[in-house]
């Protein structure tokens, strides 16, 4: 009798011949966790994925030369200068430092005229300026003649002449042999005599160092065909002659650096090499001196990287915000759906557990029981999910990344074991004692509602968190806890037609409809689990689609705002026969030269303010944007005071004050928005051409004109016209060009794919619940089935009766979700800066989409039919004798 | 009293109570059942009986009353003290087989299982025992879905004295079955009393079964009312002699039920007249039997 089959069967061998005997609910509980844990743990993986290429696409925007940590300030390098980058260097934070190569600097004195004693008739001006570099000898070979001697100062004062090398374009350009001799003339008076030693080459031509050592290889060149040219060349001098240089030339720049290079950074990296640099940038490096004269005492640095890496950094903020917004909803369906589950497996223990808790099965033994039950189906799932995940996308990710999917690894054990029952199970009559339990109902629905109330008015109170946290949990949990609230009041508020609904159709005939409808009432199926899936599923799916449309329009808008027209053309100064050659082409209607007159000052009341000047031709403008945009007798420059348009920020603090720009009164005959600054969102002034010279003292010089089309006309047309007429380096865009690069930034178009994962992994979800609404309910259902058939009913009563239990409440949770999905965005998007998204300068406008809307919400809803029929037919297994003898139980 | 019964039950009372409306199932049962007894209790459909016993095997806790079963008071019992008596105190056979053994489980393994909820050590050894008591090791390594009603109960009673509790209960053990089987099974619960001297309690609302046992219990209306004694005699011949007696049951406060057709021949209703005799109380009616327009019969 001990054969060993049967010797092994200890507790957990019972447990597990248990769930053999009925897999089917406990397969289901593992393949939610299953898929769910995969989409958890790929969740972070591909969002790493997404902000790393948006990372380097923004690293790759920087032009390489503008990437490098560069400062300069004025005085010379104390010794020992090299060793103290070095110390700058090792102070760097640990990211900065990895990717920050070795220091360099180089010193540099202003050009001064340098004059030869016989100059020929036809020489240009030439202006010298001297560089000194320690390392020099690394970044130059000579080719011809010799590298510079160390200076030899005279007792009279001044040196002997002070050698240098220049390259060969330098000294053809200037004109200088090797040997010649030239006076430069200081300011103090004093003269110096320069000696070209030697020409130099560079040894790497395309190093970042040559831009930031200009005019060294290349020299450059002013003729502006009046008067006499002039060549303004840098030569390096002896590295020991840093004293002798600021003696001479009177003044002494450095320039030091370290070169960046982010390349193959992962966003991970990404946060702390943006701290690390803020920190670098932000702070003033004390550099301690010899002691001497016209020493350099501090540096701070700068660099391009800064402000692409806080794009990406907003972006990735945005994005995580905005999604956790659309997975909490779904992430709380998946727990409600696997509470679902556990209640299916529940059932499916039932008789099980009535039977060992009365052979005196102690709560711990049927909580362990259950448990591990549950343990099977979650972990093994889980670790798949997770060990899945790993293998599609390979990306370091943290312990955090791993919270979710442990969670749901767990969720079915816990659940399971905190429904085990005390003792045992007994078959309770719902339908009698509808009031049972119905004081701690009332409790967590007010707790549901009044959270859901208070998370909205923190959230529309807080107001748009601009580089705020990623993660706001208040902000991602808000949509859920509304969800439930309005889940809350479909269950509370449904049964009221219903029973109006089971009122009047007993008096027809239809037995089915009248049980359905009564039933639905007295003993309803759907709990909160479906109906949240359904309400959760419409909400997350409007909510996105709206989210879809209104990031479209705004950067369709943002975009708009930076052309300023429907074509702008930027490039050399345009001046009067050029615009109207372009005025003349066909398909342009309108166009409006815009000069950047660059900063001025703008006084009002007793405040003074830089603002930007723009100087437009105010009624080609008009023609563009409107009789209201810019209003009639603004070009009047003459006008005293003069017409301006100003900024709306600008306008809400001059007021009612009498502004004055660069001492002239002006006169604010119209307010722009920040779409109306040609890419300049605040603090400009808008002033006609005509009164440029007055007030700013130039010129008007337009070096960009804004085109207004006949309708039909091509842009790329129109471009290629005015390009072909004012020569080469004239630039175009259109908004349309400005959207479609915006919305190729890989965290733009991330978030599109990731909503539509959401509303897909909702829309599953929705459907899983909905079935499993069926099968839990299957039991009391064929009971009661089996007792209609005695009496007569035809079995496709059955489908009719399932369709009753889902499709009122069913409907009523597509309602309610589509009412929440539309109301969401002005409650949530308060708190989320869009901005990243349209790279526009203010938070988008909502802007629904309603064939989008109804597409979305008839796709679930008719998802949410099949899944009503496919539950109809999934609960009619059990055969009639079978059901009713399980009600003798 | 010389011992201590296993079962004692007193003025047991159960109410159930839904929506306002309530259900007396039990309405004052008294019973006694002395250790190793076998005792039957029949009733019609509805008096009761399941009500008594889902109290006695410790499901159900009763409205008032008292009950006692080896020692342990079930309306005084904690939940720690409920599992340790539902494992070591009482074994129990429902009608349905589905409420005995677990489908998916071997009939040996049915035992095995019942063992390692109760934490009961040594089972091989117990396993082989009790397949040998019940004679069903032929059948050790079937589910209950390939076996016979007859077999299946069989298994169930296996499964029901696994833990080796001091007292046996069985709700309609023959419920499903045929007659032939019936003696069968009720043959197997009679052996397993004497081999045991497990106390048992046998419910059913079949009378035949009285047959298998002493002692039988009439229950009617939650109330038991009469008791049937079984003794057998042999007599001078050589001859078993079977004999029963009727006995009605008397609470300790004196209530008695009177049989049915006692009181139907004698037309007893609402009152009698009694009458103290010297070794028998007389019980008389309250009046000539025909009064048709008597008022307080319209009171009913
Ligand atoms: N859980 C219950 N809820 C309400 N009434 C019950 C319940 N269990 C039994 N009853 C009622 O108690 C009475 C006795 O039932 P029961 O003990 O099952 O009788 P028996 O087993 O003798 O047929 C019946 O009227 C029955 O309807
Ligand atoms: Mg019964």
């Known amino acids: 009798m001990t054969a060993p089959s049967r010797a092994r069967l200890g507790p957990a061998r019972l447990v597990v011949r248990q769930v053999a005997a009925a897999p089917a609910a406990t397969l289901a509980v593992a393949a939610i966790v299953l898929v769910s844990s995969l989409a958890a743990a790929l969740a972070p993986r591909a969002l790493d994925r997404v902000f790393t290429d948006e990372l380097r696409y923004g690293v790759s925007s920087v032009a390489a030369t503008q990437r490098d940590l560069i400062g300069t300030t004025i005085g010379a390098p104390p010794t020992g200068f090299e060793a103290q980058l070095d110390a700058l260097r090792a102070d760097m934070g640990d990211v900065l430092r990895a990717s920050a190569g070795a220091a360099g600097f180089v010193s540099r004195t202003p050009a001064l005229g340098a004059i030869a004693d016989a100059p020929l008739p036809d020489a240009p001006i030439t202006l010298l300026s001297v560089a000194i570099d320690p390392a020099v000898a690394d970044r130059i070979t000579v080719v011809e003649g010799a590298a510079p001697e160390p200076v030899t100062p005279l007792e009279s004062g001044g040196f002997e002449p002070i050698s240098f090398v220049l390259s060969t374009e330098s000294a053809d350009a200037m004109r ?218 390979p990306a370091p990710v943290g312990v955090e990344a791993t919270v979710v999917p442990v969670a749901l690894a767990l969720a079915p054990a816990v659940l399971l074991a905190a429904r085990a029952p005390a003792r045992g199970l007994r078959i309770e009559r719902a339908d009698l004692e509808p009031g049972r339990g119905s004081r701690a109902r009332l409790l967590g629905e007010a707790v549901v509602v009044g959270l859901a109330v208070a998370a909205v008015i923190v959230v529309l109170q807080r107001g748009v968190a601009s580089g705020g ?323 007569g009913l035809p079995p496709r009563g059955s489908r009719a009766l399932v369709a009753w239990e889902l499709a009122p409440v069913g409907l009523g949770a597509v309602i309610a979700g589509t009412a929440l999905g539309l109301a969401l965005p002005w409650i949530v998007l308060g708190g989320v800066d869009l901005r990243p998204f349209t790279g526009g300068s203010r938070q988008p406008t909502i802007v629904i989409d309603p064939g989008l809307v109804l597409l979305l919400v008839g796709g679930f809803a008719a998802l949410a039919a099949v899944a009503v029929l496919v539950a109809a037919s999934v609960g009619r297994r059990t055969s009639t004798a079978a059901a009713l003898r399980m009600g003798d139980e | 009293m010389t011992t201590e019964p296993d079962i004692l039950c007193t003025d047991l009372v159960r109410i159930f109570t839904a929506k306002g409306v309530e259900v007396q199932a039990l309405q004052g049962l008294t019973l006694r059942v002395d250790p190793g007894d076998l005792v039957a209790v029949v009733g019609a459909s509805g008096s009761g009986k399941s009500t008594l016993l889902s109290i006695l095997s410790g499901l159900d806790t009763p409205t008032a009353g008292s009950a006692r079963v080896a020692g342990t008071d079930l309306l005084a019992m904690t939940g720690r003290e409920r599992v340790d008596y539902q494992r070591h105190t009482v074994g129990f056979v429902w009608q349905q087989t589905a409420r005995n053994l677990l489908p998916y489980l071997t009939a040996v393994e049915n035992i095995y ?131 029963a007696e009727e006995f009605a049951v008397l609470d300790r406060v004196g209530r008695l039920q009177l049989p049915q057709d006692f009181m139907a021949s004698l037309s007893l209703r609402d009152r009698v007249r009694l009458s103290l005799e010297d070794d028998h109380i007389g019980v008389y009616p309250d009046a000539p039997p025909v009064r048709p327009s008597d008022p307080e019969e319209d009171e009913r």
């Open chain 1, 469 to 791: 946290p990623a993660l706001d949990p208040l902000i991602a949990a808000t949509p859920l806890l509304l969800a439930l609230a309005v889940c809350v009041v479909v269950l509370r508020v449904a049964p009221y037609p219903l029973q109006a609904l089971a009122g009047a159709l007993r008096t027809r005939a239809g037995l089915t409809g009248f049980l359905g409808a009564t039933r639905a009432v007295r003993d309803p199926a759907a709990s909160v689990a479906p109906v949240l899936a359904l309400v959760v599923g419409v909400s997350v799916a409007v909510f996105s689609g709206v989210l879809v449309s209104t990031i479209d329009s705004g950067v369709s808008s943002a975009a708009r705002g930076v052309v300023g027209a429907d074509l702008q053309v930027r490039g050399p100064v345009f001046d009067e026969t050029r615009l109207e050659a372009i005025a003349s082409l066909p398909g342009v209607a309108a166009i409006s030269g815009v000069d950047d007159a660059g900063p001025a000052v703008l006084a009002f009341g007793g405040d003074r303010r830089t603002v930007t000047v723009l100087v437009t031709d105010l009624a080609g403008l008009r023609e563009l944007r409107g009789e209201s945009a810019v209003p009639a007798g603004a070009e009047n420059g003459s006008a005293e005071p003069v017409p301006a348009i100003v900024s709306a920020d600008l306008a809400l603090e001059i007021g009612d004050q009498q502004p004055s720009l660069e001492g002239d009164a002006l006169e604010v005959v119209a307010v722009g928005s920040p779409d109306d600054g040609v890419g300049i969102p605040t603090n400009w002034v808008m002033i006609d051409a005509s009164a440029s010279l007055s007030v700013m003292g130039v010129e008007f010089r337009p070096r960009t004109v804004l085109i207004g089309l006949d309708p039909g006309a091509d842009s790329a047309d129109v471009a290629s016209a005015v390009s072909e007429q004012s020569g080469p380096g004239v630039l175009s865009s259109d908004p349309a060009s400005v959207a479609e690069a915006l919305r190729a930034s890989p965290a733009v178009s991330g978030l599109g794919s990731a909503l539509v994962t959401a509303l897909i992994l909702a829309a599953v979800l929705a459907a899983i619940a909905v079935v499993m609404t069926a099968v839990v309910g299957a039991r009391s259902r064929t009971r009661m089935l089996a007792l209609l058939a005695t009496l």
């Open chain 2, 113 to 243: 299982a019942a063992m390692i909820v109760a934490r009961t050590r040594s089972r091989d050894a117990r396993a082989a025992e009790l397949l040998d008591l019940l004679g069903i090791a032929d059948i050790a390594d079937r589910r209950p879905g390939q076996l016979s009603g007859g077999q299946q109960q069989r298994v169930a009673i296996a499964v029901a004295i696994a833990n080796s509790p001091r007292v046996l209960l069985a709700d309609e053990p023959t419920g499903e079955l045929d007659e032939a089987t019936s003696a069968d099974v009720l043959g197997a619960i009679e052996h397993v009393n004497r081999e045991l001297g497990v106390t048992t309690l046998i419910v059913t609302h079949d009378p035949s079964v009285s047959r298998h046992v002493r002692r039988t219990v009439q229950i009617r209306d939650g109330r038991t009312s009469t008791e049937v004694l079984r003794r057998v005699s042999v007599d001078e011949s050589g001859r078993e002699q079977h004999h």
């Open chain 1, 176 to 393: 200088w042999s090797v040997g010649e001799v030239r006076t430069v003339r200081a300011t103090g008076g004093a003269s110096q005599q320069f000696v070209l030693s030697g020409i130099v080459e560079a040894v790497d031509p395309d190093s970042d160092y040559w831009s930031v050592t200009t005019s060294v290889l290349q020299p450059e060149l002013f003729d502006d065909g009046n008067s006499t040219p002039t060549v303004t060349a840098t030569g390096f001098v002896n590295p020991s002659a840093t004293a002798a240089a600021w003696a001479v030339m009177g003044s002494l720049s450095t320039t030091a650096w370290f070169s960046l290079d982010p390349a193959g950074l992962s966003f991970t990296q990404s946060t702390a090499l943006l701290q690390d640099l803020r920190q670098f940038t932000s702070s003033t490096h004390d550099i301690a001196g010899d002691g001497q004269e016209g020493e350099l005492s501090f540096l701070s640095f700068s660099t391009g990287l800064l402000p692409a890496l806080e794009r990406a950094e907003g972006r990735a903020a945005s994005t995580v915000a905005v999604l956790s917004m659309a997975i909490a909803g779904p992430l709380g369906v998946v727990l409600a759906v696997i509470a679902l589950g556990s209640r299916a497996i529940l059932e499916r223990r039932r008789s099980g557990i009535t039977l060992a808790s009365a052979r005196g099965a102690s709560p711990a033994q049927l909580r362990g029981a259950l448990a591990l039950e549950g343990l099977l189906a979650g972990v093994p799932a889980a670790a798949l999910g997770m060990l899945g995940a790993a293998l599609l996308l």
